[in-house]
């Protein structure tokens, strides 16, 4: 199986910061990685796949990048309503997973 | 808009069975891949299991193989999940997402899930 490493578990950030949030698989993916935002009590919202692209809808403040075994996502210009919970995951093969979540807390 | 609506949660025993739906709207249901991913309360996302577009694939986590089975109804635009041999460490709140275009295990629309609770 492939393990999905987030880091970090957490972060402080304020309003108006740029913040970056790693992802590392433990096998090659090539870009088969999602990125999703998980606000409290609602659904995960699908933001970038095929590890950059955006999805439908998404802002331009949303980014990622990387390829094979490491990737990133970067928030710019982080509002209040950025302040959730991001997950990676990786569609490559399966068993599908997912990263352990990064809180973005003000 | 495209739209998924869980539904069949409920408190069960462990041992019992359940069975899951979601009834998808908004979309051609028949033409995508499907799945279900659960996440226990205050913890992270487990993907459970995917089904191809015709229903010839079908993939199971580790943690529900020989005890979950996925299923659908092209016809009705319907996914289910029966859940047999159920155990406490089941109890979450499972969502329904829909494959996407590019990849059909790229979930690029969940729905607002059912909270399944296994316990005496």
């Known amino acids: 199986d492939i393990q999905m490493t987030q880091s970090p578990s957490s972060l402080s950030a304020s309003v108006g910061d740029r913040v970056t949030i790693t992802c590392r698989a433990s096998?090659?993916?090539?870009?088969?990685l999602a990125w999703f935002q998980q606000k409290p009590g609602k659904a995960p919202k699908s933001l970038i796949y095929?590890?950059?692209t955006l999805q439908s809808g998404v802002p331009s403040k949303f980014s990622g990048s990387g390829s094979g075994t490491d990737f990133t996502l970067t928030i710019g210009s982080l509002q209040p309503d950025d302040f959730a919970t991001y997950y990676c995951?990786?569609?490559?093969?399966?068993?599908?997973?997912f990263g352990g979540g990064t809180k973005v807390e003000i | 808009e495209v739209q998924l609506v869980e539904s069949g949660g409920d408190l069960v025993q462990p041992g019992r069975s359940l069975r899951l739906s979601c009834a998808a709207s908004?979309?051609?249901?028949?033409?995508?891949?499907m799945s279900w991913v659960r996440q226990v309360p205050g913890k992270g996302l487990e993907w459970v299991s995917t089904?191809?577009?015709?229903?010839?694939?079908?993939y199971y986590a580790d943690s529900v193989k020989g005890r979950f089975s996925i299923s659908r109804d092209n016809a009705k635009n319907s996914l289910y999940l029966q859940m047999n041999s159920l155990r406490p460490e089941d109890t979450a709140l499972y969502y329904c997402?829909?494959?996407?275009?590019?990849?059909?295990?790229?979930?690029?629309?969940w729905g607002k899930g059912t909270t399944v609770t296994v316990s005496s």
């Open positions: 997402a829909k494959g996407a275009d590019i990849a059909e295990a790229y979930m690029d629309v």
């Open positions: 908004g979309f051609n249901f028949g033409v995508y891949a």
């Open positions: 089904i191809s577009w015709n229903s010839l694939r079908t």
């Open positions: 096998q090659g993916i090539r870009n088969s």
């Open positions: 095929a590890a950059s």
């Open positions: 995951q990786q569609y490559s093969s399966y068993p599908l997973t």
